[in-house]
C-alpha cells in the first residue's frame, strides 16, 4: 500500500485516483486515519463548502450541475460529494446523480463522489467533515455537499457547510416538511427550483412568510435570500452564485466565517472523543468495576449519578 505523504501529495497535485483512496481510508475508518488526518491538516481550510439540501427529486444534482459549470467559467477547482444519509440500500439517488453530472465526469477541475450510509448514520456524521478536509486538502476551491431529503441527519451534514442551499420545488407541501425538520433555520440562502411549474411563485411566497415569522433580526444581520431557478436550463443559476458570494462575503466581513469553522471543529473534536469514550465504557461491559458500582447502587450506598461520576473518571485514569 502507498505511505499516506505520497498519497497526498497525489491529491494535491489533483490526480483523483489519490483523492479516492483517501476518501475510501476516511470512510472505512482505516486504522491509518490519524495519519492521513495529521498529513492533511497543513493544506486544508482554504475551500468555501456549499451545503445543499432539499427533498428527494426538487432538483439538488440538477442544480449542482449547473452551479459546477459556474465555477469552473470561473477557473474554480470543484469537488461535489453526494451524500445519501436516508436510504441505505437504495442507492438510485447516487446514480441519478452520477446521470445529471455525467458531462463534467471528463473534467479534471471537476471531481465527484457519492457516499452512502450503509445503514450507518453516526459513520456518516463522522465520515463526512473529513472527506471534506481531503477535498479541500487536494485543493478544491469550492466543495458542495449535496444530502437527500430534510430529515434531521441531513441537516446536521449540512451544518458542516460555510453557506447552506436549501432548495425547494412547488408541489408536495414541501417547505411545511421543512419547517418541521428545522430546514427554516439552516439556509442561508433558499431556492425554490423548477420555477417553470406551476405553484412556484406560491412556493416562495410561503417560504417568505414563514421566514418572516422567525425572524429575529438585528440591522446587520444576514437576511437569506430567496431565488426562483430553472436548473434543467441553468435559468436563476448566476443569481445563485451571486447569493453564495454575498453570503460569503458577508461571512468574511462579519467573523462568521471564522466562528462557524471554530464551532463544527469543535463539533467534531466532542463528537472523536465521545466515541472513543463510548468505546472504552462499552468495554467495561462484563468488567468487574461496573458490575460493582450497580451492586452499591442496588444496596443504597450509591447514587446513579455519582455512580457515573466515579465510571468516567475510571476510563479517563482521572482516578
Ligand atoms: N421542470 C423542471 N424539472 C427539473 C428542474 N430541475 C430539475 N428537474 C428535473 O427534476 C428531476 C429530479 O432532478 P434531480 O436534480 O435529480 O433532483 P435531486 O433533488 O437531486 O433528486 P434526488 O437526488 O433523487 O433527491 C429530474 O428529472 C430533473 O430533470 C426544473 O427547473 N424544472
Ligand atoms: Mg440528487
Redesign the pocket.
Known sequence: MQDVPELVAQAREGRPRAVARLISLVEGASPRLREVMAALAPFAGNAYVIGLT????????????ALISAYRRAGRRVAVL?V?PSSPFSG???L??R??MSEHASDPGVYIRSMATRGHLGGLARAAPQAIRVLDAAGCDVIVV?T??VGQSEVEIAAQADTSVV?L?PGMGDSIQAAKAGILEIGDVYVV?????DGADATARELNHMLALGESRGPGDWRPPIVK?????G?GIDEVVQALEKHRAWMEEHGVLTARRTRRAAHEVETLAVTALRARIADLHGDRRLDALAERIVAGDLDPYAAADELVAGVTGGR
Not at 427550483?193 to 411549474?197: E, L, S, T
Not at 431557478?229 to 436550463?233: L, N, P
Open positions: 432539499g427533498p428527494p427529486g426538487a432538483g439538488k444534482s440538477t442544480s449542482t450541475s453526494a445519501d438510485g439517488a447516487l441519478g446523480d446521470v445529471r449535496e437527500v431529503g432548495l420545488a427550483n423548477k420555477a417553470d411549474r431557478t430553472v436548473a434543467s436550463r435559468e
